[in-house]
């Protein structure tokens, strides 16, 4: 199994920016790729951002040119720096981690974290 700690969220005036991490414990070798999902309410969650464990990334088309996801292996955290952030990014973020089990695939799911962008 895999367990996901998402930290780094909070309150921020638009135009201005905050990192993401995740921390990734249990076994973090059958991970393959990792994202970043948001919920705001009242609406379904989101993909924002993956990359997979060749460094592939994608991005959801609201946020291209203003986050960046990025992994560090050795620690085995996944970040999402996110800048020029609007209220409209205004949402629970939730860390994600695909991994294999044998030959099953599984999903886990941190428990997200609060990110507002208001004035």
């Known amino acids: 199994q895999v367990q996901l700690v998402e930290s780094g969220g909070g309150l921020v005036q638009p135009g201005g920016s905050l990192r993401l991490s995740c921390a990734a414990s249990g076994s973090t070798d059958n991970i393959y790729a990792m994202a970043w999902y948001r919920q705001a309410p009242g609406k379904q969650r989101e993909l924002v951002a993956r990359i997979t464990s060749g460094n592939n990334t994608n991005y959801a088309d609201s946020v291209k040119g203003r986050f960046t996801i990025s992994r560090d292996n050795a620690k085995n955290t996944l970040y999402l720096q996110m800048s020029n952030l609007k209220p409209e990014d205004t949402a629970v973020y939730f860390c994600?981690?695909?991994?294999?089990?044998?030959?099953?695939?599984?999903?886990?799911w941190g428990q997200g974290t609060q990110v507002t962008v208001s004035s």
């Open positions: 994600n981690a695909d991994f294999k089990s044998g030959p099953l695939n599984f999903g886990s």
